[in-house]
């Protein structure tokens, strides 16, 4: 296709017609018909486990649809895979990145290509392709050495290299900080408008989609509820035919109108009073090749409060939830939990001192989604030891412990032994706050806990750590979503280049001031200290 194609402006590049498809008892979809037209930005908005990832996975060949038909360009096509996705024009960016860490820019972005590749060729356009889009990525860069931010950018040129006509983005902003949000919409609507290409974007975010879409179309129950032109959509009208229930409607509306969901638990109290639950004293991190990631990091977290941490994304917030995850040693400084020290170098040192961690990625260290779901749970060191005799597991009470968090913590998902991927990302992360709390840690990490959740399923989210803090622990919020932080937070600290640089107490948060700090300037020290990454 031409970079520019007016021709196609406006007709049917995707029909898809009466697609269902079913999972074990679980129907993902139930006889979808959809049209997303060359030159529009069509977005679709669903709660979490609505359908929607499922039906651009059948479009893309990830899954096979059980009934139905899909046209392309007007012809009827059977999809069997992404490398037939991707010889139709398809091309998709996947929620969870599918970068090979190890390999460079380059190699990631011609990755799966047939015959023989030049690298220089393949540099040569994957630079001219960066430039082009405002991707602005290292192409000789090791993949393993960007942030979240840029590694969204190279899953974007891997897509765009390939010239699709159809452009499928599975909530592609839910790692991206604001500014990198707005810079991706601006290269949406560019490459939809100017060059005629089709693009469904699926999103949870109302404010997201009324800014970026030509059209929505809301599903619900695996079914389409309804499709609008964005001009007729109101945040009112979508979050009611999302949720079919005007009382919830109501809660999200109030969620949408103002991000802050509850009064944080001891505001007004002295903080100082309160029993110090976690200490970071002066603590150094680095990673296997010498990068320094933690450098003189010191926070506090007390009883009954939440902390936030905001940052740019990479200035030190992974590492910190992996100290806190025992999965990251310190070089110097000391971990304390209740006042006495506690080694992260020992593998489940941070669990047993009641430290619990909802981690930042769900699937690379939160969970292991080839597993089923009641594996999942027995992860757990504590749980596990609870359906254990003589040693062995007790089948029996690992499916009544399961059935219990997920009556509990209202998990869908077809059985106890469904395999964890086929639970949507909002009962993922059910599953893993049920596995979390069930030992009432004394201290609670949650690390981006409502990335890649709907606001219905962020919102819960919210509650539980509000409620968790109201229970006397403390809660160490770890989050680029700053209205999140600042709803929430007793406190808020900055981190940048792996050092809290700025503290803000509930009464005092100031967006500008805040804004300043998260640009890296400390205005207690008067100096600007950029905040690169780590």
């Known amino acids: 296709m031409s970079d520019h194609d007016p021709d196609r402006l406006g007709r049917v590049a995707v029909s898809i017609r009466d697609v269902s498809k079913r999972f074990g008892p679980t129907q993902a979809c139930r006889d979808v018909s959809l049209d997303i037209r060359a030159g529009e930005i069509h977005g679709i908005l669903g709660q979490n486990g609505a359908g929607k990832s499922t039906l651009m996975k059948i479009l893309y060949g990830l899954h096979a649809p059980d009934e139905g038909t899909i046209a392309i360009h007007g012809e009827p096509m059977e999809i069997r895979s992404p490398r037939e996705a991707m010889a139709l024009g398809i091309g998709m960016v996947h929620q969870h990145l599918s970068v090979i860490r190890e390999l460079t820019v380059w190699e990631n972005v011609a990755l799966g290509e047939p015959g023989r590749l030049r690298s220089s060729e393949v540099i040569a356009e994957t630079t001219e392709l960066s430039d082009r889009y405002g991707l602005y990525v290292d192409p000789h860069a090791r ?75 809301v599903m619900r129950d695996g079914r389409v509820v309804v499709t609008m032109d964005t001009g007729d959509a109101t945040p009112a009208r979508l979050a009611r035919e999302m949720v079919a229930e005007d009382d919830i409607a109501q809660r999200l509306l109030s969620l949408i109108r103002d991000p802050k969901v509850a009064e944080a638990p001891g505001a007004g109290t002295d903080g100082d009073q309160r029993a110090r639950l976690l200490e970071l004293r002066d603590a150094t991190a680095s990673a296997s090749d010498g990068r320094r990631l933690l450098e003189g990091c010191s926070l506090t977290v007390r009883a009954g409060e939440i902390v936030g941490v905001a940052g740019v994304e990479g200035n030190g917030q992974a590492p910190l939830e992996y100290v806190l995850s025992s999965l990251l040693d310190l070089d110097a400084g000391e971990v304390l939990v209740h006042g006495r020290p506690v080694d992260p170098a020992v ?14 990625d769900r699937h690379a260290s939160g969970s292991a989604v080839g597993m089923t779901l009641s594996e999942n749970i027995i992860i757990h060191e504590g749980l596990r030891r ?82 968790v803090a109201g229970h006397g622990a403390g809660v160490l919020l770890i989050s680029t979503d700053l209205d999140e932080i600042i709803s929430l937070s007793d406190r808020v600290l900055v981190m940048s ?34 905040a690169d990454t780590v």
Request: glycine content about 10%; hydrophobic content about 40%; aromatic content about 4%.
């Open 347 to 360: 593998p489940g040192s941070m669990r047993r001192a009641g430290v619990g961690v909802i981690a930042g």
């Open 386 to 467: 609870g359906v254990t005799r003589r040693g062995f597991l007790q089948r029996s009470g690992v499916r009544r412990l399961t059935r219990l968090l997920i009556d509990r913590h209202r998990i869908k998902a077809s059985s106890p032994a469904a395999p964890f991927w086929t639970l949507s990302g909002g009962n993922q992360q059910r599953a893993v706050v049920a596995r979390e709390l069930y030992d009432h840690p004394d201290v609670l990490v949650a690390a981006q806990p409502t990335r890649g959740l709907d606001v219905a399923a962020a919102e819960e989210m919210r509650d539980y750590l509000v409620k």
């Open 497 to 530: 280049r792996g050092r809290i640089i700025g503290e803000l107490p509930r009464h005092e948060i100031d967006h500008e001031r805040l804004g300043l700090l998260l640009g890296g300037f400390d205005d207690k020290a008067g100096e600007s200290k950029v």
């Open 143 to 217: 993949v393993g050495s960007l942030t979240a931010g840029q590694q969204q950018r190279v899953e974007i040129l891997k897509c765009l290299w390939r010239n699709p006509t159809i452009i499928i983005l599975d909530e592609p902003t839910s790692i991206l900080s604001p500014l990198e949000s707005r810079q991706l919409f601006e290269i949406l609507r560019r490459i939809s408008i100017t060059e005629g290409r089709a693009i469904a974007l699926i999103s949870h975010k109302l404010d997201e989609l009324l800014e970026v879409t030509d059209r929505i179309t």
